[in-house]
């Protein structure tokens, strides 16, 4: 590292910790990172948790769900954010690491899908959403589900998906196309969960899945079918609490072994009636009902 990259670094670090309020000799740095489904309440945690311990600065960034997991692996976090459960293979590899995962629930989503707000669908099963994302799915425009788009230049599906590294592109994968079951070829793989929301808000053929808090009045939610033969329910943090949502997912933290001191105190906040009362009101559910 050369002079002019070690006085920049040291000056970035200084800005962060005089931001934060304090010196480095008076405050740590509690490291959390993954999911981008958990971004935004976990930046909002990080905030509200400066007035219960000004000494700690939670440092909150995302990047996906397998890049929480890969740093908690590497030992370079304390908490990794996930919406997925980490795979066999990654808790051998923290193993073979010294890092024994321990997984903590922290709230639910409700994985909800999108389409434009003038599309008339009125709700998906399964095994077409299936046909519409599956490797062997046939299902390429609107018109095969009897649906018409006013103002669409054409009836073909614009796939929006998420890059593999995402937790949410992972659930959906396992929960809705199944056992096996791969995507198709051709989709538009989005980087954060926001910028599924905004390419389907902007695009009339499109549609994507994404977390329930990232849903603006510019898109429309669709009802969702786990079989032909059942209720289409819309996703809602109340459908996600009483598990009557199909696409309805844990959201996860993982720690390092189990959670001691700054780690502990601060994951035990995050499950209180306080931290849960800000997924909440951050469009998520909480772990249990809360006080307010």
């Known amino acids: 590292m050369n002079s002019k990259t070690i006085f920049f670094s040291t000056i970035a670090s200084a800005v962060f910790l005089i931001g934060c309020g304090g010196s480095r ?3 740590s740095v509690l490291q959390n990172k993954g999911s981008d489904t958990l971004v935004n ?12 311990n000004p000494k700690l600065a939670i440092a909150v960034s995302g990047g996906g769900s397998g890049t929480g997991i890969s740093s908690l692996i590497n030992g370079t976090v304390d908490l990794a954010n996930s919406s997925r459960k980490m795979k066999d293979r990654e808790i051998e590899q923290a193993k073979k690491n010294g890092v024994e995962p321990v997984e903590h ?4 989503d409700a994985l909800a899908v999108y389409v434009h707000k003038d599309n008339p669908i009125e709700s998906l099963t399964f095994e077409q959403l299936a046909s519409i994302y599956g490797k062997d ?7 095969q589900l009897g649906v018409s788009i006013p103002g669409a230049k054409s009836e073909k599906i614009i796939l929006v998906s998420r890059q593999n590294n995402s937790g949410t592109f992972t659930y959906f994968k396992k ?3 199944g056992k096996g079951g791969e995507y198709k070829l051709g989709s538009l793989d989005m980087h954060g969960s926001k ?3 905004d390419f389907v808000m902007k695009t009339r053929g499109a549609i994507g899945y994404s977390g329930l808090a990232y849903t603006t009045d510019e898109v429309k939610l669709v009802p969702i079918r786990k079989s032909a033969g059942q209720p289409a329910v819309i996703p809602s943090v109340s459908a996600a609490v009483d598990g009557s949502y199909p696409i309805t997912r844990p959201l996860l ?12 105190e601060y994951l035990d906040w995050i499950l209180s009636d306080e931290g849960q009362s800000i997924i909440s009101k951050k469009g998520y559910a909480p772990i249990r009902k809360i006080q307010n």
């Open 195 to 197: 910028d599924v929301v």
């Open 253 to 264: 933290m993982y720690t390092r072994g189990k959670p001691e001191g700054a780690v502990k």
């Open 105 to 108: 629930v922290v709230g639910y």
């Open 175 to 177: 929960t809705v196309l």
């Open 137 to 143: 799915g046939k299902v390429v425009s609107w018109d």
């Open 25 to 27: 000799a008076d405050r």
């Open 41 to 52: 309440v976990a930046q909002a945690w990080a905030e509200a948790y400066k007035d219960k």
